[in-house]
């Protein structure tokens, strides 16, 4: 996933970073630096965080 699409499914999912960081299971703290990270291209999206994001995307966060 690039960036934006992080970006764009963290806010289709209407989801802080924050939010986002705790449905994947990453620390509070640095859960949501992560996100930061990915959202602006410093840091690679690890290959399980981009599947747990596209199912969420497709069959909600309730679904986890």
Same mark, same amino acid.
Request: charged share 25%; hydrophobic share 40%; glycine share 12%.
């Given at each position: 996933?690039?960036?934006?699409?992080?970006? &764009?499914?963290?806010?289709?999912?209407?989801?802080?970073? #924050?939010?986002? @960081?705790?449905?994947?299971? *990453?620390?509070?703290?640095?859960?949501?630096?992560?996100?930061?990270?990915? &959202?602006?291209?410093?840091?690679?999206?690890?290959?399980? #965080?981009?599947? @747990?994001?596209?199912?969420? *995307?497709?069959?909600?966060?309730?679904?986890?």
């Amino acid at each position: 996933m690039t960036p934006d699409e992080i970006r &764009e499914a963290r806010r289709q999912l209407g989801m802080s970073q #924050a939010q986002l @960081a705790d449905a994947l299971g *990453l620390s509070p703290d640095n859960g949501r630096r992560a996100v930061g990270h990915w &959202e602006d291209g410093s840091k690679a999206i690890s290959g399980p #965080a981009v599947v @747990a994001i596209r199912y969420m *995307l497709k069959y909600g966060v309730d679904g986890l």
